[in-house]
């Protein structure tokens, strides 16, 4: 049941990513492995750019996990393509100049960072700035979809394969034929070579597996966690990271469904030890798959996918 690809998230400023991969064992445990990483690009300093060089020479698949600046958005969304392909444009030139290579560009697709922490914040203030947003965004969104669309093809003519890193209420919205939710949040669907689902149990505990075990059936790729690590969320969204007891269950469940497994994050996996346990995991070991709560998971689904289909008639 090992997974065919195992790749981790890496999401760091400059100085706090070159220690980690000076953090001895790293690096060999990757290889161990035979492991990627997905690569956060924050900046293009030069510091980042050896940590690729040192990742190329070590024979380790690197991601480029393209991300904008906050006032940006961070993430990419419908209100950000202008900026989406400013930022691919800056990270092809910088690839050129610094020789680096990757195995694929990975697209973020979230809302914007700065609504989702007023929402996590205070969500009933938040209120009358989702349904302005969800009345503007109609026309907006189809734009977006297009400029999304044509860099996507840009990416794939440059030789690279392009990942697309989405929430799993994607899914449901893709079934029941609406665009409400990325209406009210601004995302998007996104085509991709490879879509990786955003699995982190950690958020919605107690029933992460449960939610994992539902929307894991049919995916080509997933990601598990999280372990520690990215940018700060307040209120509804903070979590405490998985343990290893969580983070072993959650990968024996998805491997299940998929060989093809991303985890967030590495600076996560590291700071609690995780990296080298890995290394003799038993993917194999027994786990109970969360059969009565993933049935109720999927009821609420259902009806989800029928609110969403009524919306759809609606608002088109």
Same mark, same amino acid.
């Given at each position: 049941?090992?997974?065919?690809?195992?790749?981790?998230?890496?999401?760091?400023?400059?100085?706090?990513?070159?220690?980690?991969?000076?953090?001895?064992?790293?690096?060999?445990?990757?290889?161990?492995?035979?492991?990627?990483?997905?690569?956060?690009?924050?900046?293009?300093?030069?510091?980042?750019?050896?940590?690729?060089?040192?990742?190329?020479?070590?024979?380790?698949?690197?991601?480029?996990?393209?991300?904008?600046?906050?006032?940006?958005?961070?993430?990419?969304?419908?209100?950000?393509?202008?900026?989406?392909?400013?930022?691919?444009?800056?990270?092809?030139?910088?690839?050129?100049?610094?020789?680096?290579?990757?195995?694929?560009?990975?697209?973020?697709?979230?809302?914007?960072?700065?609504?989702?922490?007023?929402?996590?914040?205070?969500?009933?203030?938040?209120?009358?700035?989702?349904?302005?947003?969800?009345?503007?965004?109609?026309?907006?969104? %189809?734009?977006?979809?297009?400029?999304?669309? $044509?860099? +996507? !093809?840009?990416?794939?003519?440059?030789?690279? *394969? /392009? &990942? @697309?890193?989405?929430?799993?209420?994607?899914?449901?919205?893709?079934?029941?034929?609406?665009?409400?939710?990325?209406?009210?949040?601004?995302?998007?669907?996104?085509?991709?070579?490879?879509?990786?689902?955003?699995?982190?149990?950690?958020?919605?505990?107690?029933?992460?597996?449960?939610?994992?075990?539902?929307?894991?059936?049919?995916?080509?790729?997933?990601?598990?966690?999280?372990?520690?690590?990215?940018?700060?969320?307040?209120?509804?969204?903070?979590?405490?990271?998985?343990?290893?007891?969580?983070?072993?269950?959650?990968?024996?469940?998805?491997?299940?469904?998929?060989?093809?497994?991303?985890?967030?994050?590495?600076?996560?996996?590291?700071?609690?030890?995780?990296?080298? %346990?890995?290394?003799?995991?038993?993917?194999? $070991?027994? +786990? !109970?798959?969360?059969?009565?709560?993933?049935? *109720? /998971? &999927? @009821?609420?689904?259902?009806?989800?996918?029928?609110?969403?289909?009524?919306?759809?008639?609606?608002?088109?």
């Amino acid at each position: 049941m090992k997974p065919n690809f195992l790749t981790f998230f890496c999401e760091l400023h400059p100085q706090p990513l070159v220690e980690l991969f000076d953090t001895r064992g790293v690096v060999e445990d990757l290889q161990a492995l035979r492991a990627g990483v997905s690569l956060g690009l924050l900046d293009f300093s030069p510091e980042r750019a050896e940590v690729v060089r040192r990742l190329n020479r070590e024979n380790i698949p690197v991601t480029a996990w393209l991300l904008l600046p906050v006032d940006q958005g961070y993430w990419f969304h419908a209100g950000n393509v202008l900026q989406a392909r400013a930022r691919y444009e800056a990270f092809r030139t910088w690839t050129a100049e610094q020789e680096l290579q990757w195995a694929g560009v990975g697209l973020d697709i979230e809302p914007d960072i700065q609504e989702l922490r007023a929402w996590a914040e205070s969500p009933l203030r938040s209120l009358p700035g989702m349904l302005a947003r969800f009345i503007l965004r109609g026309g907006r969104t %189809r734009e977006a979809r297009a400029g999304y669309h $044509a860099l +996507v !093809e840009r990416i794939r003519t440059d030789g690279y *394969r /392009v &990942d @697309a890193y989405q929430f799993p209420l994607i899914v449901d919205e893709r079934q029941a034929r609406s665009s409400l939710l990325r209406r009210v949040a601004g995302v998007l669907d996104v085509p991709a070579d490879r879509e990786v689902l955003m699995l982190y149990t950690s958020f919605v505990r107690p029933r992460g597996p449960a939610l994992l075990w539902s929307y894991a059936p049919g995916t080509g790729a997933l990601g598990v966690g999280s372990t520690g690590g990215g940018v700060e969320l307040p209120g509804v969204l903070a979590s405490p990271p998985l343990d290893w007891t969580e983070l072993s269950r959650d990968l024996r469940l998805a491997v299940r469904w998929t060989h093809d497994l991303h985890v967030f994050s590495l600076e996560g996996c590291v700071k609690q030890g995780f990296l080298s %346990r890995l290394r003799v995991f038993d993917w194999d $070991a027994p +786990v !109970e798959p969360p059969w009565v709560e993933s049935r *109720r /998971v &999927d @009821a609420v689904r259902r009806a989800l996918r029928g609110i969403l289909r009524v919306s759809g008639q609606v608002f088109r």
